[in-house]
């Protein structure tokens, strides 16, 4: 499906071709990710939001590619171009962050969720901090009234030290298991949103240990 977002402004061919090479690049990722195992498979109920953090999302994209759900990218060039690839599996992508577009992004993923599609959901946000929850996906959870998953990917990969999160992109051929967990927000029924986050927070953290090490 294709973008309702729309470019926040003009850009010229330099940076067309910037969004072009890297959506090039980002293909490449795709390809290579084929090799993967994946073990642990997911009962989820459909539809719902799948929470996960940002460094561990290039596997479990690939894993639902194909299944026409929904989810959130960057208005940024990076953004753009991993949302150019998503598309070509079915993924319907809103674009925004905190500082551009996020309330409409927001909007768009509560719509596709109440028409039964199912939300991947970086908690986390675009820019952090890593690993700390945002209130995006349990507002959204709440919202759209469908369950709210918890979900982590263990595997070996390489860490790319500059970005915010220390992205993990899988070594090929490599196993990938994933572990879940439906998040009981009917157990919070009228608390404050801040604490359902805290609680799925240190839930989420739990199901698999860090093994991010700062040089």
């Given at each position: 499906?294709?973008?309702?977002?729309?470019?926040?402004?003009?850009?010229?061919?330099?940076?067309?071709?910037?969004?072009?090479?890297?959506?090039?690049?980002?293909?490449?990722?795709?390809?290579?990710?084929?090799?993967?195992?994946?073990?642990?498979?997911?009962?989820?109920?459909?539809?719902?939001?799948?929470?996960?953090?940002?460094?561990?999302?290039?596997?479990?994209?690939?894993?639902?590619?194909?299944?026409?759900?929904?989810?959130?990218?960057?208005?940024?060039?990076?953004?753009?171009?991993?949302?150019?690839?998503?598309?070509?599996?079915?993924?319907?992508?809103?674009?925004?962050?905190?500082?551009?577009?996020?309330?409409?992004?927001?909007?768009?993923?509560?719509?596709?969720?109440?028409?039964?599609?199912?939300?991947?959901?970086?908690?986390?946000?675009?820019?952090?901090?890593?690993?700390?929850?945002?209130?995006?996906?349990?507002?959204?959870?709440?919202?759209?009234?469908?369950?709210?998953?918890?979900?982590?990917?263990d595997y070996q990969g390489w860490r790319i030290e500059s970005t915010w999160d220390k992205s993990k992109f899988?070594?090929?051929?490599?196993?990938?298991?994933?572990?879940?967990?439906?998040?009981?927000?009917?157990?919070?029924?009228?608390?404050?949103?801040?604490?359902?986050?805290?609680?799925?927070?240190?839930?989420?953290?739990?199901?698999?240990?860090?093994?991010?090490?700062?040089?």
């Open positions: 499906m294709a973008r309702v977002n729309k470019p926040p402004k003009k850009i010229g061919p330099a940076q067309r071709f910037a969004r072009l090479l890297l959506s090039g690049i980002l293909q490449i990722f795709f390809w290579v990710m084929n090799t993967l195992r994946f073990k642990g498979q997911l009962a989820l109920e459909q539809p719902c939001v799948m929470a996960v953090y940002h460094d561990e999302l290039l596997p479990i994209i690939h894993r639902y590619k194909n299944q026409n759900i929904a989810a959130i990218a960057s208005q940024n060039h990076f953004g753009y171009s991993i949302a150019m690839v998503m598309e070509r599996y079915t993924y319907e992508v809103a674009l925004g962050s905190p500082s551009r577009g996020g309330k409409d992004a927001f909007v768009q993923l509560l719509k596709a969720a109440r028409k039964g599609k199912t939300v991947a959901f970086a908690v986390d946000g675009s820019r952090g901090p890593r690993h700390e929850m945002k209130a995006g996906a349990v507002v959204l959870a709440m919202r759209a009234k469908v369950p709210l998953y918890l979900i982590r990917a899988p070594k090929p051929f490599g196993n990938v298991t994933l572990h879940s967990e439906r998040f009981p927000l009917e157990d919070f029924d009228g608390q404050d949103i801040e604490r359902i986050v805290s609680a799925a927070e240190k839930r989420l953290a739990a199901l698999l240990p860090d093994d991010y090490q700062p040089k």
